[in-house]
């Protein structure tokens, strides 16, 4: 995602509950656009740092992604907790 002009991203898994964040594919964002939102528990969190700001989260914090925007493109780089699933 997008926020305050810089590419963001953050694995799609809440820390309260390992499950996916969006209430509809690819929206994360609260009303206001201020806090990533999990759908299920409502736990919210800065979108520049991915920490946890409310809810059952605690003192967690989302799992950054490695990315780099060059030429108008975003790159994801796989990391040792990060990397695509095999075929």
Same mark, same amino acid.
């Given at each position: 995602? #997008?926020?305050?002009?810089? @590419? =963001?991203? $953050? !694995?799609?898994?809440? @820390?309260? =509950? +390992? *499950?996916e964040?969006?209430?509809? /594919?690819?929206?994360? !964002?609260? &009303?206001? #656009?201020?806090?990533? !939102?999990?759908?299920?528990?409502?736990?919210? $969190?800065?979108?520049? &740092?991915?920490?946890?700001v409310?809810?059952?989260?605690? #003192?967690?914090? !989302? *799992?950054?992604?490695? @990315?780099?925007? #060059?030429?108008g493109? =975003? $790159?994801w $780089? /796989? &990391?040792?907790? *990060?990397? +695509? =699933? &095999? /075929?």
């Open positions: 995602m #997008r926020f305050d002009g810089k @590419v =963001v991203a $953050y !694995l799609n898994r809440c @820390v309260h =509950v +390992p *499950t964040m969006d209430w509809q /594919p690819g929206e994360f !964002l609260d &009303s206001a #656009r201020e806090f990533i !939102l999990c759908s299920i528990h409502g736990a919210a $969190y800065d979108p520049g &740092s991915g920490r946890c409310a809810g059952p989260c605690g #003192r967690g914090k !989302l *799992t950054m992604l490695h @990315v780099e925007e #060059r030429d493109e =975003v $790159y $780089y /796989p &990391s040792r907790d *990060t990397r +695509p =699933v &095999s /075929p």
